[in-house]
């Protein structure tokens, strides 16, 4: 294949040369043009709309014809195309027509456009790296419809860039070049860095340059640089209440932190400041226990050589840990209207001086760490005989009577903040003696009682983050025995709840006491259940 410059006037020399015996009367070549070929001239002249036929009446024995035909063709750089010439033509001594073709390929092998790239040989992960990338117009006529790609590296992070990048590109990888003059060179810088790399390496910082035509871009110069990437040696690794993953937490618990930091280098790192950043509106910065009496800013906890003296020189292979436990704080922060955010984000940074084959301050973050606060679900429960309203809900003596029937309304209510819960189940077991005196109600989900288990069952397949006194009630009945004179009475000997967080995905798990006969009515206030 033949070598062409994209775009770039370029001559190419048609040859016809008659070998036969005799001569070759009205000869007509006619040439089939890439898609993307531009005519520009030919000696002689071509004819016809596409400019690709040329007729000779008669090529004599042993005569030589050339055309030199001037084009450019603009496609895609290492892309081939081919051009097709077709030659009819009748021998004198013969009364038809002959046909011969030929077929050439060309590829494109550069362009008109000069591209170039530089950069940071060597660099630590965390440290700041500049890539200068030029390009210029080499080719004769102005160019316009340009655009400019950058493929960054697996790892690195995109800071800024001198140009911006094309505002509806979300890769920030894309620069339009409305034009470029002849001769004309220009250059952009890009900043960032290889925080995001998991692990040290050569990086290939990939550059190319094409031309829009038909709707289309076609590549017309690629280049690359090559940087060394230095992982940062200081490692660090955060635990909390014993577990490095995000994980679901609950209004007034502990949180037990433990950081492990370790010089996994062949050079000694210095004067290092590590940060634990706990970013969170529900923290109780009053309940901080720190061993280390780390500095506190702004949710932040900081500590150097001063309170830990392995951080002022750590050796190859040398470790140490920090500890520390901070509460969160209880479910009446809801309330509070500047709290918006039910979470706490937890992460390290570390920075340190490092030397050796990159050296520099070393900058090294662990991953963030989410725990997020259970909905607050709540359940209360209790017995009563009257409701609010003075309605009798119970029958029978209220103070329970050897050798009568009583009965008493049971009352379960749900509150429920924060997040949706699914699958939420209320069991109530009742003990021995008691019965299911029915009288139920439930404003959700369903209600059952199975006999042979002796169990109330109370299912809501998903209860929403508003619900408040979402209610259930039935009734349970009793007649003391003379064994039960002077006891007060279980009416439900358990209850317990369980479902799961719709945003977390925790378990959600409670219990309450037992209910007996011993309660405060909303009218008649305490009764004390003692069997008479």
Known sequence: PIAIISGQEMVYTITITNKEKVNLYNAELELFYPDNFEYVSAEPVAMGDNKNTWDFAVIKTGETQKIQLTGKILAPLN???????????????????????????????????????????????????????????????????????????????????????????GNNNVWAIKALKQNAEEQLKIKGDYSAASAGGNRDFKVRVQLKKDNDYYPQSETSFVTTIIKDQLSLQLIINGSAEDQPINFDDLLVYSLSFKNTGQEELKDIKISAHMNSQILDWNTLKDDRRGSISQNSIVWTGKEAPKLLK??????????????????????????????????????????????????????????????????????????????????????????????????????????????????????????????????????????QAK???????????????????????LKPGDDDFGKVLILISEIQLTGKDAETGADISKSLKAITTSFNDPILGPVSGIVK
Not at 112 to 136: D, H, M, R
Request: proline share 4%; aromatic share 8%; charged share 20%.
């Open 79 to 169: 892309s081939t195309q081919t051009i097709k010439g077709t030659l009819n033509f009748k021998p004198s001594n013969l009364n038809a027509t002959f046909k011969q073709e030929a077929i050439v390929d060309v590829v494109v092998s550069a362009s008109n456009i000069a591209l170039a790239v530089s950069g940071p040989e060597k660099t630590l992960a965390n440290q700041k790296v500049e890539y200068i990338i030029k390009y210029k117009n080499t080719g004769q006529d102005d160019l316009s419809d340009l655009q400019l790609v950058v493929e960054y590296p697996d790892g690195f992070v995109f800071n800024s860039a001198d140009p911006e990048p094309q505002k509806d590109n």
């Open 455 to 477: 169990k109330i069952t109370w299912t809501i397949s998903r209860l929403a983050k508003s619900a408040n006194k979402v209610a259930a009630t039935f009734n349970v009945g």
């Open 314 to 451: 750590l050796a190859p292979g040398e470790e140490g840990q920090i500890n520390w436990s901070i509460r969160v704080k209880d479910s009446s922060v809801i309330n509070d209207k500047n709290v918006n955010k039910f979470n706490v984000e937890s992460y390290i940074e570390g920075r340190a001086s490092q030397s050796g084959e990159a050296s520099g301050e070393s900058i090294v973050k662990s991953k963030t760490v989410v725990n997020a606060i259970n909905s607050d679900l709540g359940l209360n429960a209790y017995a009563r005989y009257y409701d609010e309203d003075n309605m009798a809900l119970g029958a029978g003596p209220i103070q329970p009577t050897v050798g009568e029937k009583s009965s008493y309304n049971i009352k379960l209510e749900l509150a429920n903040n924060l997040h949706d819960v699914k699958d939420l189940l209320v069991v109530a077991t009742l003990p021995k003696g008691a019965e299911w005196a029915g009288q139920e109600t439930h404003t959700a989900g369903d209600l059952n009682f199975n006999q």
